[in-house]
């Protein structure tokens, strides 16, 4: 089984920036899409950021321009560079990955960042 672990949460001043970290025990099959979802207090979980295995990336709306999703194929890791922070964006974040086949998929744990003074 697939185990995602996900570091970078805590607390940052609006304005600031944070890196989230995933780090896959292994693939199996080797990953299709590597995303990051938050839910924020109260609202359904919805995706943030993803890269696919050829490394094309797409953001949501309310964070391109301030976040950047990276991947290092050789450490099994997904980032997530948040600058820019606000306080809309304090939230649950969740490490998605999506190997290539049929129900192999994971989530990591989550991790907490809050955007406060």
């Known amino acids: 089984q697939v185990q995602l672990v996900e570091s970078g949460g805590g607390l940052v001043q609006p304005g600031g920036s944070m890196t989230l970290s995933c780090v896959a025990s292994e693939f199996i099959y080797g990953p299709e899409v590597m995303a990051w979802y938050h839910q924020p207090p109260g609202k359904q979980r919805e995706l943030v950021a993803a890269i696919t295995a050829s490394g094309i990336t797409s953001y949501s709306e309310s964070v391109k321009g301030r976040f950047t999703i990276s991947r290092d194929v050789a450490k099994n890791t997904v980032y997530l560079r948040m600058s820019d922070l606000k306080p809309e964006d304090t939230a649950v974040y969740y490490c998605?990955?999506?190997?290539?086949?049929?129900?192999?998929?994971?989530w990591g744990q989550g991790t907490q960042v809050t955007v406060d003074e």
């Open positions: 998605y990955i999506k190997e290539r086949a049929p129900g192999a998929d994971y």
